[in-house]
């Protein structure tokens, strides 16, 4: 196991903080925090992924430390129904958002959090939802019900009527291959590709994790999947309705002290030397920023936040 005692780093905080405060902030500059999230991303991908939290000046090691907190019992289907109306009553959000005129909204948390102040059941009413749940012998309750980690979360609704759900847990889903193997091996050396709680994937014994594309190719083989990319790095749609309907951040370790990446939709095919595309919680800073990461990084900090869409 790492070293994680180290107490004469500089962190990446710091060094961003000593970046901007040569900076003159005028009107219509970038706000300091977009300027310190820039600063940050630049950092990370100029020195990877080994940076010190401020909080406890410990380094965080790329295979982090395992939480060992138990995964949450499956929910039965009373039990999600029941939580699922809870989260309507709570508010929802329309997740494909229009303005006035009807033209597309970029759907940044802003905009999510008007429309909910505006109007909580996104045009809905629960009775509408519960149908569309109960269709089918409850096919998509169910599916929520088995989500890892504690079932699922209603955030929104499409314009086709189709529900949003996510996982409502913050810990990610990991994707770890059965078997050990080296690159260059045959694909058959590498057993099967599993889609497994976090605190079932840190205590897997053998295997390897999964990089960007198998994680997401684990996510649709299961029948889930995860939010569109973005590429200017700004947190909109699934997730920014997520943040602004729960108040709660999008990804987050379950003690909070560790690194965590939740992909977004890299697509099919990846070069291996591509930059993807993921939403990270900083545990030194408790918060979420979409940045760029490597590829065919294989780590355990680095999964899935589950969607569901029927």
């Not at 190719?217 to 299961?222: F, G, P, R």
Request: proline content about 3%; glycine content about 8%.
């Amino acid at each position: 196991m790492p070293d994680r005692r180290k107490t004469t780093c500089t962190t990446a905080e710091e060094i961003a903080e000593a970046k901007i405060k040569a900076l003159q902030v005028r009107e219509g500059d970038p706000s300091r925090e977009d300027v310190l999230r820039a600063v940050l991303a630049n950092l990370q991908e100029q020195f990877g992924e080994q940076v010190v939290s401020t909080a406890n000046k410990e380094t965080l090691p790329t295979e982090v430390v395992a939480d060992e907190l138990p995964a949450a019992e499956a929910l039965s289907e009373t039990q999600q129904l029941k939580a699922l109306k809870s989260d309507f009553e709570r508010g929802i959000v329309q997740i494909d958002l229009k303005d006035a005129d009807g033209n597309p909204l970029e759907g940044t948390s802003e905009q999510y959090e008007k429309a909910k102040k505006e109007d909580k059941t996104a045009g809905q009413t629960w009775e509408t939802i519960e149908t569309r749940l109960l269709a089918d012998d409850a096919a998509l309750l169910k599916k929520a019900a088995a989500m890892p980690n504690g079932g699922g979360r209603l955030i929104g609704v499409h314009d086709n009527g189709e529900l949003a759900i996510r996982q409502r847990s913050q810990e990610i889903v990991n994707a770890r291959w059965t078997e050990d193997w080296e690159d260059g091996d045959p694909e058959e050396a590498r057993g099967d590709l599993l889609l497994l709680s976090h605190a079932e994937a840190v205590s897997c014994k053998k295997g390897r994790w999964a990089k960007p594309v198998e994680i997401r190719q684990a996510v649709i083989s299961e029948g889930y999947h995860v939010p569109a990319d973005t590429l200017d790095r700004k947190k909109k749609g699934l997730v920014a309705a997520s943040e602004a309907v729960t108040g709660e951040d999008y990804v987050r370790s379950a003690n909070g002290r560790e690194w965590r990446d939740a992909i977004l939709d890299c697509g099919d095919h990846v070069d291996d030397d591509s930059l993807v595309r993921v939403v990270r919680f900083y545990p030194s800073r408790r918060s979420t920023y979409v940045l760029g990461g490597d590829a065919n990084d294989r780590y355990a900090r680095r999964g899935a936040v589950l969607w569901l869409r029927g």
